[in-house]
């Protein structure tokens, strides 16, 4: 399977973007979907997940402005970025989840696609 994330873009502070998330084919055969996110000088991090069930999961920091759905038919996952701060700037990506061996995901492919870059600057 292959993921291609888009959508990114130049925003002001407290504005919005949409990214999306588009499969090759589907993902049912792993745990879910993931958005990870690097910004400059940081390792890349897992900010939001949603299981094949559609149960969501955030970093404290997104939680109450990021919304992550998914839309099984399209092979798609979005992620509503709401009241973005410059602390939100990054190259934001996506990848399919497996369950690490402390429990937690873990990202399902070692090969990540080139990701949509967010900027969110005055």
């Known amino acids: 399977v292959q993921l291609q994330a888009s959508g990114g873009g130049l925003v002001h502070p407290g504005g919005s973007l949409r990214l999306s998330c588009a499969a090759s084919?589907?993902?049912?055969?792993?745990?879910?979907i993931g958005w990870f996110r690097q910004a400059p000088g940081h390792e890349r991090e897992l900010i939001a997940a949603i299981s094949n069930d559609a149960t969501p999961t955030y970093i404290r920091s997104v939680k109450g402005r990021f919304t992550i759905s998914r839309d099984n038919a399209k092979n798609t996952v979005w992620l509503q970025m709401d009241s973005l701060e410059p602390e939100d700037t990054a190259v934001y990506y996506c990848?399919?989840?497996?369950?690490?061996?402390?429990?937690?995901?873990?990202?399902?492919?070692?090969?990540w696609g080139q990701g949509t870059l967010v900027t969110v600057s005055s």
């Open positions: 084919e589907s993902t049912s055969s792993f745990k879910g």
């Open positions: 990848n399919v989840l497996a369950v690490g061996w402390g429990g937690n995901y873990v990202p399902g492919l070692d090969q």
